[in-house]
């Protein structure tokens, strides 16, 4: 079974640029999550998806971030413009409604982002 | 505020012998707690779990002990491999709400031969 994809795996951008990431969840996973982990800490929350719906986005950052999961299946997280205190790895998870409940999160490997 | 500390960035132990990671948390309503393991270039995977109910869990070589007076947990792996090399999280959640997690900020595991 194939597991979280994401895209890309680096991106280097100038500070003031558009970045987008994409994920791709588990199969029949119908919860995604977007963590953000700097440097030297744990990941953090910024949007959580219930099928095609955000039911948790209150750590996301509106006035430049946004992100979207059309058909409640793969999602994109959205950065315009960056900051140089953007550069962090994102970070895509998904999980089964139930398996949720258990705290147990699939995770993909991350984009790591550097703005310069 | 860090609600989920882990205070050893780092740690050091020979192959054979045991692991410790210490997570300590604040928040009283947390009531079931985690720890992910996370390879370089890697997600992190999900490694072994605990509820309040408990103060013991144990799968393999890992076993987790919680001590909900002094608000603190440990991971203990024994015997540690080469290929437990990695970091470490602790996270936590209120039981009910486990999509909450609170993560901590890892603690570097090196086991050397």
């Known amino acids: 079974e194939a597991g979280v994809v994401q895209s890309p795996r680096y991106k280097i951008i100038e500070k003031k640029q558009p970045v987008a990431f994409w994920c791709n969840p588990i199969?029949?996973?119908?919860?995604l999550y977007w963590y953000r982990q700097n440097l030297g800490q744990g990941p953090e929350l910024l949007i959580r998806?219930?099928?095609?719906?955000?039911?948790?986005d209150s750590q996301l950052p509106k006035d430049r971030f946004s992100a979207e999961r059309l058909k409640g299946v793969d999602s994109t997280l959205k950065i315009q413009p960056a900051e140089l205190g953007d550069s962090a790895v994102y970070l895509c998870?998904?999980?089964?409604?139930?398996?949720?409940?258990?705290?147990?999160?699939?995770f993909g490997e991350g984009s790591r982002l550097t703005v310069l | 505020d860090q609600q989920v500390k882990q205070n050893s960035p780092s740690l050091s132990v020979q192959e054979g012998r045991i692991s410790i990671l210490n997570c300590d948390y604040t928040?009283?309503?947390?009531?079931?707690f985690l720890w992910y393991k996370k390879y370089p270039a890697e997600g992190p995977t999900f490694l072994i779990s605990?509820?309040?109910?408990?103060d013991k869990n144990e799968d393999g070589r890992f076993t987790v002990f919680l001590n909900k007076s002094a608000k603190h947990l440990s991971l203990h792996i024994v015997p540690s491999q080469p290929g437990d090399s990695a970091v470490y999280f602790c996270?936590?959640?209120?039981?009910?709400?486990?999509?909450?997690?609170?993560f901590g900020t890892g603690t570097r595991l090196q086991v050397f031969p």
């Open positions: 998870a998904s999980s089964l409604r139930l398996i949720a409940n258990t705290g147990e999160l699939f």
């Open positions: 199969s029949g996973h119908n919860t």
């Open positions: 998806y219930e099928n095609e719906e955000a039911v948790d």
């Open positions: 928040n009283s309503m947390f009531d079931y």
């Open positions: 605990i509820s309040s109910i408990k």
């Open positions: 996270a936590a959640s209120p039981l009910y709400n486990t999509d909450k997690l609170i």
